[in-house]
């Protein structure tokens, strides 16, 4: 649903107020992304000139949306809960029960619907050598490091219903603490309700419910600094997008493929591989200079 362009602004903060911090910081410092991947698949990615999103199933995340999920649910049974009724109901009665009851019947496709591509921050002193972390946890025997510019992921457009998001590395005492302090804010906000009405105030708390879940990892891994690029057909399709089955790693499996081809008439600009891509880094193996 449309928010009005003239609301957008309050609109994030206040219902995405970490999402819309760590965009400012980002591009406060000039910040790009790193997509750590092999030379083969790099490759692939740039004679294809298109990027898969994998479902987190056939993924190491699956376990991730698990933990977000546990958090979420635990948060909803506290007094944050209790809090987001009180905010949500005096505005439009009735309102949690049926966007608690959504998130719940939505929950099983969390796992099984959900498509990411990840990413790294990555600022200038990672032009260098990048981050021997992510060699190690996805380069493989020939690494590369496909550095974004930083704006494309920034785009306000719905075209490719996917969607960029910052990770939290929280715990359930952590996420607590976020919505709480999220849905204080909200209340402080009514009129912002009251503005863009109870089915646009539904779609955004079902959101906050479902990125947390979905972009929520546990505190050990905060060194990724990772974002995410998220999309759920069964929930938003975009005909921009396709839907192919590939092998991967000899499973065979649905993906999503986000084509490098810019669509200005949607928003969509800097997509372009000699746009989107800003350098390759070549990581430590033993063939570095074959790859370059």
Same mark, same amino acid.
């Given at each position: 649903? $449309?928010?009005?362009?003239?609301?957008?602004?309050?609109?994030?903060?206040?219902?995405?107020?970490?999402?819309?911090?760590?965009?400012?910081?980002?591009?406060?410092?000039?910040?790009?992304?790193?997509?750590?991947?092999?030379?083969?698949?790099?490759? %692939?990615?740039?004679?294809?000139?298109?990027?898969?999103?994998?479902?987190?199933?056939?993924?190491?995340?699956?376990?991730?949306?698990?933990?977000? %999920?546990?958090?979420?649910?635990?948060?909803?049974?506290?007094?944050?809960?209790?809090?987001?009724?009180?905010?949500?109901?005096?505005?439009?009665?009735?309102?949690?029960?049926?966007?608690?009851?959504?998130?719940?019947?939505?929950?099983?496709?969390?796992?099984?619907?959900?498509?990411?591509?990840?990413?790294?921050?990555?600022?200038?002193?990672?032009?260098?050598?990048?981050?021997?972390?992510?060699?190690?946890?996805?380069?493989?025997?020939?690494?590369?490091?496909?550095?974004?510019?930083?704006?494309?992921?920034?785009?306000?457009?719905?075209?490719?219903?996917?969607?960029?998001?910052?990770?939290?590395?929280?715990?359930?005492?952590?996420?607590?603490?976020?919505?709480?302090?999220?849905?204080?804010?909200?209340?402080?906000?009514?009129?912002?309700?009251?503005?863009?009405?109870?089915?646009?105030?539904?779609?955004?708390?079902?959101?906050?419910?479902?990125?947390? $879940?979905?972009? $929520?990892?546990?505190?050990?891994?905060?060194?990724?600094?990772?974002?995410?690029?998220?999309?759920?057909?069964?929930?938003?399709?975009?005909?921009?997008?396709?839907? $192919?089955?590939?092998?991967?790693?000899?499973?065979?499996?649905?993906?999503?493929?986000?084509?490098?081809?810019?669509?200005?008439?949607?928003?969509?600009?800097?997509?372009?591989?000699?746009?989107?891509?800003?350098?390759?880094?070549?990581?430590?193996?033993?063939?570095?200079?074959?790859?370059?």
């Amino acid at each position: 649903m $449309t928010i009005a362009p003239e609301l957008l602004p309050i609109y994030k903060k206040v219902f995405f107020p970490y999402a819309n911090e760590a965009v400012e910081r980002m591009q406060a410092q000039g910040g790009r992304f790193a997509y750590y991947t092999t030379a083969a698949t790099a490759m %692939l990615i740039l004679k294809s000139r298109a990027m898969w999103m994998r479902g987190t199933m056939v993924m190491n995340d699956s376990s991730e949306i698990e933990h977000g %999920l546990s958090c979420v649910l635990s948060a909803l049974k506290s007094d944050v809960g209790s809090q987001l009724e009180k905010v949500l109901d005096k505005q439009y009665p009735g309102l949690t029960k049926e966007v608690v009851d959504s998130f719940v019947a939505w929950a099983p496709g969390f796992s099984s619907d959900t498509f990411i591509l990840c990413l790294s921050e990555h600022f200038s002193p990672d032009d260098a050598y990048g981050r021997l972390s992510m060699w190690r946890a996805y380069g493989g025997e020939a690494g590369v490091a496909l550095v974004i510019n930083g704006n494309v992921m920034f785009r306000e457009s719905d075209a490719l219903a996917a969607y960029s998001m910052p990770v939290a590395y929280l715990d359930e005492r952590g996420l607590r603490k976020k919505l709480t302090e999220l849905v204080s804010g909200i209340g402080m906000n009514v009129d912002l309700l009251k503005a863009i009405g109870r089915q646009a105030t539904c779609n955004a708390i079902f959101n906050i419910l479902r990125f947390a $879940t979905v972009c $929520t990892k546990h505190p050990a891994f905060e060194e990724e600094r990772e974002w995410r690029v998220v999309a759920s057909p069964a929930l938003q399709r975009s005909p921009l997008v396709p839907v $192919t089955v590939e092998a991967v790693g000899g499973i065979p499996q649905r993906v999503l493929k986000i084509e490098l081809k810019d669509h200005p008439d949607q928003g969509l600009i800097g997509l372009e591989p000699d746009k989107l891509v800003d350098r390759v880094l070549i990581g430590p193996c033993e063939h570095a200079d074959a790859i370059g």
